[in-house]
C-alpha cells in the first residue's frame, strides 16, 4: 500500500505543550519570565533601558496596528478601532518588542531602535501573513537588520575594556585567559560590572526566567538544553585540544547571547520544529553555528545570526522521516555519529586558528 503520509508535518502553528494552552497564555508567561532581565536593564541603565523598551513595543504595535487597518480598508472592511487581528491583546507583539529590546546595546539611538522594531515586525511577521504563519523570529529579524544597517552607531557602556564586551575581547585573543581578569566567571554570571546588551549580561536571571517558563510548560526546554549543551560540548573539546582549563567552555556559555537567545528566542513555537527529534537537531544545529560564528567568524556573536538561519530550515527538521515523536535507536546512532563528526571538525579548524 502507497504511503499516504505527508513528507512535511502540516500543522498550524504556534506548536505549545500544553493541550488546553493558548498564546496569550504563553505570551503572557514569556514577558513575565523577562521581568527579572528588564528589571535588571533598568536598574543599571536608568531611563536609557526604559526609553528602549517602550520604543520597541509601541514601534512593533504602532506598526501591526496600522498595517491590519490597511487591510481591512482594502478588504472594504468598516473601521473598528479593536482590530480583530492586532496581537496587542494576546501579548504577542508585546514580546516581541521586550525581546527585541533587551537585545540592543544601551547606547542605541532612538531612530535605530524604531527603524529595527518596524523592519522585525513587518518582515519578520506580518509580510507572511500575522501570528503562526512567521517564518522568521521578528526580534532577531530586527537585531540583525540594524546590526548590518547601522552597526558603526550602536555602542555599549563604557564600565569595562573600554566598552568592549566579554566576546569581543575573547576574539581579539581566542584562546587566553586573561580575559578572565576584565571578565570573571561570577561577573558573568550575575551581569555585575558586564557592559552588552541590556536584557542579555546577567545569566543567573535569564536561567530564572528559564525555571519559570519550564514549571509553567510554556517552552520547549529540549531547545535551549541542546542548543546550550552542543556549544559547552564543542567549547570542551577545544579546552581539552588546547589545555585551556574549565574556564573555557563556561566563559563560553555564559557570556553574550547565548542563554538569552537559547530560552527566549530559540525557543519560539512558531518558528521552531514540531517533533521532539526535531527540536534536538534544531538546538544542536543552532549551537553548532553559533560557536562556529564565534570561533571562525569576524563577529564575536552568533546567536541571532544561528537563530534566522536556522529558522530557513524549520521545514526541513519537521520531514516525518527522522523527525518522528519516538526518536528510534537507528536515529540516535546516525545524529551521535553527526555529534562525533562535528566535534572533530571542530579540533581541526581549531589547528588552524589563534
Do not use: C
Not at 96 to 121: Q, R
Not at 224 to 243: C, D, R
Not at 277 to 291: D, E
Request: hydrophobic share 50%; glycine share 10%.
Amino acid at each position: 500500500m502507497e504511503n499516504t503520509l505527508p513528507k512535511i508535518i502540516r500543522k498550524t502553528s504556534p506548536y505549545l505543550r500544553r493541550p488546553k494552552a493558548n498564546v496569550t497564555r504563553m505570551m503572557r508567561d514569556v514577558t513575565i519570565a523577562l521581568l527579572p532581565v528588564t528589571g535588571f536593564a533598568i536598574w543599571k541603565y536608568g531611563m536609557t533601558a526604559v526609553v528602549i523598551i517602550v520604543l520597541s513595543i509601541l514601534s512593533m504595535a504602532v506598526t501591526e496596528y496600522v498595517y491590519y487597518q490597511i487591510v481591512d480598508k482594502l478588504d472594504s472592511e468598516k473601521f473598528k478601532f479593536k482590530n480583530k487581528s492586532f496581537t496587542l491583546y494576546n501579548f504577542s507583539v508585546i514580546t516581541s518588542g521586550l525581546i527585541y529590546a533587551l537585545t540592543l546595546p544601551d547606547n542605541t539611538p532612538w531612530f535605530i531602535v524604531v527603524i529595527g522594531a518596524m523592519f522585525g515586525i513587518f518582515f519578520g511577521k506580518l509580510i507572511f501573513g500575522g501570528v503562526g504563519q512567521n517564518v522568521f523570529n521578528p526580534a532577531a529579524l530586527g537585531r540583525v537588520f540594524i546590526f548590518i544597517s547601522f552597526g558603526t552607531m550602536m555602542s555599549y557602556d563604557v564600565d569595562s575594556v573600554a566598552g568592549a564586551t566579554a566576546l569581543q575581547v575573547l576574539n581579539d585573543n581566542l584562546f587566553n585567559s586573561g580575559v578572565l581578569n576584565d571578565f570573571s566567571l561570577m561577573n558573568l554570571f550575575t551581569g555585575i560590572g558586564i557592559p552588552g546588551s541590556i536584557g542579555e549580561m546577567s545569566a543567573i536571571l535569564i536561567l530564572l526566567g528559564g525555571v519559570y517558563l519550564a514549571i509553567r510548560t510554556s517552552f520547549e526546554v529540549r531547545i535551549p538544553l541542546a542548543y546550550v549543551g552542543t556549544v559547552a560540548l564543542l567549547a570542551s573539546a577545544v579546552a581539552i585540544y588546547k589545555g585551556l582549563g574549565v574556564w573555557y567552555p563556561v566563559f563560553h556559555m555564559l557570556s553574550g547571547g547565548l542563554l538569552f537567545g537559547a530560552i527566549f528566542m530559540a525557543t519560539d513555537p512558531i518558528t521552531s520544529p514540531i517533533t521532539k527529534g526535531g527540536r534536538i537537531y534544531f538546538g544542536f544545529a543552532l549551537g553548532v553555528l553559533t560557536f562556529f560564528i564565534r570561533l571562525f567568524g569576524a563577529y564575536p556573536e552568533g546567536v541571532v545570526f544561528s537563530i534566522l538561519i536556522m529558522n530557513m530550515f524549520v521545514t526541513t527538521f519537521d520531514y516525518y522521516k527522522w523527525t518522528n515523536q519516538q526518536i528510534t535507536k537507528r536515529q540516535k546512532i546516525i545524529f551521535g555519529i553527526v555529534v562525533l563528526v562535528t566535534v572533530v571538525i571542530t579540533i581541526v579548524g581549531v589547528s588552524y586558528v589563534g
